[in-house]
């Protein structure tokens, strides 16, 4: 039962300091409010005090007044005795209409008491009050010394007046309540100026959220900058940044899909001609050569899609990035074993330089065989029957370096930019190709954080070198 009242409560408590947490507008008034409260209790303090001292003020000059009239009502007759009869005045000036009593006392020098209360207390010092209790009543009280004509020199009468703290009271109370009252409208008004502003000021950053999450998915032409202050123009512009980022890469993402698409569109109308011919061919010697053109174009096309498939798994993002430690030395040695055969049917002369250590990077192993595999595939490719491509594997310093070289036509300076990019190739390549295998090393060279570059081997043709940060 306890538990369920509670549980709504405590809801609402957290639900607002998780508001207060993540809404700038919440966390702004909370700073606003919070300021009022500590300024309003500083307020209601700081009038007290001033209050508290005015009527303690008001009520000594009031006993002051009153001692001074009973003193100068003291006489001494003829026969050295001193008398007073209290004037009247000076205890109607108490009567304020809050029913206070007022007390005194009048003692000669010598302790005698003349008039007044024998156990009226006595403050500590002269003509300043006190606040001290008499009997059961809490009292203001005040003591005079005054001179008293026909007396010695020196001597002097003692007047004691105390009043009840009634009228003391009232006056504080409504000093202190007009004060505050004062003060408090005015931080009232503070804080809702300051309220208006916060909301007048956050008015931008709200119309900004609007205008962004009434965009649809595709539009991302840049937002206005002065639709917001100064201060926040930087997270417009880095908005802008960002959704021209986007905008650049879906446009390359469709030119990326439509080029694939038209690449395999081609291969496949060729297999569906070959494929129609082969089955119409009677004759047994040309069907066979149609089935082997067949088999080539489905070669190809397998070849192009599974270089998309590579492209795509090394594409940076994505896949989950894999450690492993890459011997490049083996992995060299591997794939020459792999492509040798091919190099032995052209006669091309295949050779690996490798430091027998081994030359270790970090990186993923699938992606960097792939990248082995597109360098020396293209040298021995477009290399000329009886050519000759070496590859090497050394360690300089912390840099795994890697190169390719082969004596085939070279790329000429105007195309080393270019070949790198998706699906191009240098016009007139007459070996059959898809144009993604620089792409693919490009992507995995900048995964692994390295550099590829291309430049004129020394007998003619490609040097393509690759530097991997080494472990
Ligand atoms: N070793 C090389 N020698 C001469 N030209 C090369 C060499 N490697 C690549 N190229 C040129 O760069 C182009 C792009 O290569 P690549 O991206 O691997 O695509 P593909 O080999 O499928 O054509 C090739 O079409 C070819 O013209
Ligand atoms: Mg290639």
């Known amino acids: 039962m306890h538990n369920d009242e509670a549980a709504p409560s405590k809801g609402i408590l957290s639900r607002a300091v998780g508001a207060v947490k993540t809404s700038l507008r919440a966390q702004l008034l909370a ?19 001033s209050a508290d001292a005015t009527a303690n003020l008001v009520t000594d000059h009031t006993l002051l007044a009153s001692a001074r009239v009973i003193a100068e009502a003291v006489r001494v007759d003829a026969n050295g005795t001193v008398q007073i009869d209290i004037p009247p005045a000076a205890l109607e000036m108490f009567d304020t209409g809050y029913g206070d009593r007022v007390f005194y006392k009048v003692v000669t020098a010598w302790g005698n008491l003349v008039a007044g209360f024998p156990d009226l207390p006595r403050p500590e010092r002269d003509s300043i009050g006190e606040d001290r209790t008499f009997r059961t009543d809490g009292v203001r009280v005040l003591m005079l010394s005054h001179p008293v004509v026909g007396l010695d020199q020196d001597s002097t009468i003692s007047v004691a007046v105390a009043v009840t703290h009634n009228s003391q009271d009232a006056m504080r109370r409504r000093l202190w309540l007009s004060d505050f009252t004062k003060q408090l409208a005015l931080v009232l008004l503070a804080g809702l100026v300051t309220i208006i502003g916060l909301q007048r000021g956050l008015a931008p950053v709200l119309r900004l959220r609007d205008a962004v999450r009434e965009r649809g998915r595709q539009r991302l032409d840049p937002l206005d900058p002065h639709m917001v202050q100064n201060e926040l123009r930087p997270l417009v512009h880095a908005l802008n940044d960002h959704m021209e980022r986007v905008q650049n890469q879906m446009a390359a993402q469709r030119r990326f899909v439509s080029n694939a698409a038209h690449q395999l569109r081609t291969p496949l109308a060729l297999i569906s001609t070959q494929a129609s011919v082969a089955a119409r061919e009677t004759d047994n010697i040309r069907r066979d050569e149609a089935l082997t053109a067949l088999r080539s174009s489905t070669r190809q096309v397998t070849r192009l899609a599974s270089q998309l498939l590579t492209l795509s798994r090394a594409e940076h993002g994505s896949r989950r990035p894999r450690n492993d430690t890459i011997d490049l030395a083996e992995t060299a040695r591997r794939v020459l074993e792999t492509l040798a055969e091919e190099a032995l049917r052209r006669n091309i002369d295949l ?5 027998e250590k081994p030359v270790c990077v970090e990186g993923d192993g699938t992606m960097l065989r792939e990248m082995l595999v597109n360098l020396i595939d293209n040298a021995l490719r477009y290399t000329q029957d009886g050519g000759r491509v070496t590859v090497g594997v050394e360690q300089e310093d912390d840099t795994a370096l890697l190169w390719f070289e082969d004596n085939g036509p070279g790329i000429p300076e105007a195309e080393r930019a270019h070949v790198f ?3 191009y190739r240098i016009m007139g390549t007459e070996p059959e190709g898809s144009g993604l295998g620089l792409a693919i090393v490009r992507e995995v060279v900048d995964g692994a954080g390295g550099s590829a570059a291309l430049a004129d081997a020394a007998g003619g043709g490609l040097l393509v070198s690759v530097r991997l940060p080494a472990v």
């Open 31 to 49: 700073w606003v409010v919070l300021t009022l409260i500590g300024a309003i209790c500083i307020n209601l303090y700081l009038s007290f005090r």
């Open 351 to 355: 050779g690996l330089e490798a430091s």
């Open 421 to 423: 990019e998706r699906f």
